[in-house]
T-cell receptor, first 112, second 115 residues
Framework: QKEVEQDPGPLSVPEGAIVSLNCTYS??????FMWYRQYSRKGPELLMY????GNKEDGRFTAQVDKSSKYISLFIRDSQPSDSATYLC????????????FGKGITLSVRP | DGGITQSPKYLFRKEGQNVTLSCEQN?????MYWYRQDPGQGLRLIYY???????QKGDIAEGYSVSREKKESFPLTVTSAQKNPTAFYLC??????????????FGDGTRLSIL
């Protein structure tokens, strides 16, 4: 089992839809969880960053962490065509020399 | 504006040739990273540097080399020993090397192809 699994997609939704993107992981030591957004031919940009369990909201975006199920989600409300991008989850342990482990990414397309 | 600059945007390599990818940051970050991104593979860590004059191998270092002579700069050389170099290369930095406690910020990448 890979350390981080992400739905491969691609995912296509109509404008205004609620989008749910998910990752599962196997390493119970992961404490920091991130979502990156990557537009075509660009580098990833940090979208959401959470520590341990719980929810975090930023505008139309909500990140959710369920450590008991080893499952994280990113919800996008009122999706817009400008949300069309690849979304990568990433996570790491708390220890000082822990590296980031990335999911493979899912490509989202929001149709006008 | 502070950020990470990667150059060139596109690079072509001939057989048997070494090529160097540039990465410069003006964020005053101590830690810098090189990743390789292939379709359907996610990001894989090539090398990282926690501080000037220090660097460590990542998960796929074979066929690559780096240097860290200045805090701002972390160039990556793709050597002729790397038999499958075609990929999108991403440079990142963080305040210090401390896992997720220090989120990483990325440049816009260099796409390397074989002639």
């Amino acid at each position: 089992q890979k350390e981080v699994e992400q739905d491969p997609g691609p995912l296509s939704v109509p404008e205004g839809a609620i989008v749910s993107l998910n990752c599962t992981y196997s390493n119970s030591a992961f404490q920091y969880f991130m979502w990156y957004r990557q537009y075509s031919r660009k580098g990833p940009e940090l979208l959401m960053y959470t520590y341990s369990s719980g929810n975090k909201e930023d505008g139309r975006f909500t990140a959710q962490v369920d450590k008991s199920s080893k499952y994280i989600s990113l919800f996008i409300r009122d999706s817009q065509p400008s949300d069309s991008a690849t979304y990568l989850c990433a996570m790491s342990e708390m220890r000082a020399n822990s590296k980031l482990t990335f999911g493979k990414g899912i490509t989202l397309s929001v149709r006008p | 504006d502070g950020g990470i600059t990667q150059s060139p945007k596109y690079l072509f390599r001939k057989e048997g040739q070494n090529v160097t990818l540039s990465c410069e940051q003006n964020l005053n970050h101590d830690a810098m990273y090189w990743y390789r991104q292939d379709p359907g593979q996610g990001l894989r860590l090539i090398y990282y540097s926690q501080i000037v004059n220090d660097f460590q191998k990542g998960d796929i270092a074979e066929g690559y080399s780096v240097s860290r002579e200045k805090k701002e700069s972390f160039p990556l050389t793709v050597t002729s020993a790397q038999k499958n170099p075609t990929a999108f290369y991403l440079c990142a930095s963080s305040t210090r090397f401390s896992g997720g406690n220090q989120p990483q910020h990325f440049g816009d990448g260099t796409r390397l192809s074989i002639l």
